[in-house]
């Protein structure tokens, strides 16, 4: 009897091992990352998955930034997904709610390498939704060559009275507009909003209990302070949005302006440029955006587990590494933990990390471009003159109800 049952547990165990390698044997998937090129790090890292699961084909493609989210989620609706798929972030609330991608169960090594806050970008309702894989902070950009034009001293602004402060005397003393303002009708009007939010302890929607809570003392202060910004701005910001405004910068029309760390190298190399801390609201303290983009896996492939054990080697170690430093983005992990310092052991880079403690994930709503407009006819609004701060807040407030 006691051989039998041995026996029979050996057979159960290879039947269950042969079913699993039968199950693998001939899987294809379809990997799709964003960009001119699929970078040697992921495909390396492909590369040895399809090396220790045999039978298993992963073909990587590089799809151009302008057409590759609406590529993938086009053809998860016509019932034809990608295996997985680099995202923004922002879509991922809207994909899970519609059915097309599957939570995700990062590895607790992988999730205590993470910079604080990341995993708070992809998670909806206790549930994470993609793999974090591109991230950055933001901070405040100066010329010092026109501060001290404008009899300035070169310091960063730790307020935002201080900060209009400066722009206003720049203005006034030099004819250069004082501070870069978005106000176009882009998703970086919004996230520029979105820096002075957080810095004054604002909120756009509670993530746990899928509140809205835009309408705030904070953020009728953060509306009120970013249109009286126009005034010490250059001409007409509704016409410009960020990558404008660093062309801008680099002409010296403008003396200070918000970018992300990636902001160092497209400056020109002449000016004498000081990088700081965004300055702190009235409510709260020198926050930042803390804006991810993904890997999610999506639904209806039958092989939605395999794909997540090979998303979950490209966004971590070397290959995120990778990614991180050759992007110049603010890194996502803490990569002291696997023995990697530089580059992001220098007082540059240290400022962008140092900010994500006091940041804010980007919200997020089942529909993202609705969310995206109503926010940005809040903004406009409020530079045009068209109605107060708390009506225009309250306004907003009432129509994110419909998309959260």
Not at 153 to 170: H, N
Not at 255 to 275: F, Q, S
Not at 325 to 344: E, F, R
Request: charged share 20%; aromatic share 10%; net charge negative.
């Amino acid at each position: 009897m006691r051989f039998t049952f041995i026996g029979s547990l050996l057979t159960a165990f290879f039947v269950s091992l042969f079913s699993s390698f039968q199950s693998m044997a001939g899987t294809e998937m379809h990997g799709v990352m964003c960009g001119g090129e699929i970078r040697a790090a992921d495909q390396a890292v492909v590369d040895q998955f399809m090396a220790d699961n045999p039978g298993v084909t992963v073909t990587m493609e590089a799809v151009p930034w302008g057409t590759c989210q609406d590529k993938v989620i086009n053809l998860a609706i016509a019932g034809d997904p990608v295996s997985f798929s680099y995202l923004g972030s922002r879509t991922l609330k809207g994909l899970a709610e519609n059915g097309h991608i599957v939570a995700v169960e990062i590895p607790e090594s992988q999730k205590a390498m993470y910079q604080p806050g990341i995993l708070d970008t992809v998670s909806h309702l206790g549930k994470t939704w993609g793999y974090p894989h591109a991230f950055s902070t933001k901070a405040l950009f100066m010329n010092c060559g026109i501060l001290e034009q404008a009899g300035l001293a070169c310091e960063g602004p730790k307020t935002w009275d201080e900060l209009y402060s400066m722009a206003e005397t720049i203005k006034n003393n030099t004819g250069i507009a004082g501070i870069g303002l978005c106000g176009k009708d882009f998703d970086n009007t919004m996230h520029q909003f979105l820096n002075y939010l957080y810095s004054n302890g604002g909120q756009v929607i509670d993530p746990d209990t899928n509140t809205i809570t835009l309408n705030s003392s904070n953020t009728v202060e953060t509306l009120a302070f970013y249109a009286k910004l126009a005034d010490v701005s250059q001409e007409g910001p509704l016409a410009w949005e960020r990558s404008q405004l660093t062309e801008l910068f680099n002409d010296e029309k403008i003396a200070m302006y918000i970018n992300g760390p990636w902001g160092r190298g497209a400056h020109g190399e002449g000016l004498n440029v000081k990088t700081v801390r965004i300055p702190a609201g009235p409510q709260g303290k020198q926050g930042t955006l803390l804006i991810t983009d993904s890997v999610g896996i999506f639904s209806g492939t039958g092989h939605e587990d395999l794909a997540s054990k090979l998303v979950a080697k490209l966004a971590s170690g070397d290959a995120q590494y990778d990614l991180d430093t050759s992007w110049g983005l603010t890194p996502i992990m803490q990569y002291s933990q696997i023995g990697k310092v530089a580059p992001y052991n220098d007082d540059y880079w240290m400022m962008f990390i140092d900010a994500i403690a006091d940041g804010g994930p980007e919200p997020l709503l089942v529909d993202y471009k609705a969310f995206q407009t109503v926010m940005n006819s809040m903004i406009q609004g409020a530079i045009l003159g068209e109605g107060s701060a708390a009506d225009l807040v309250a306004e907003a407030a009432e129509e994110l109800e419909e998309y959260k």
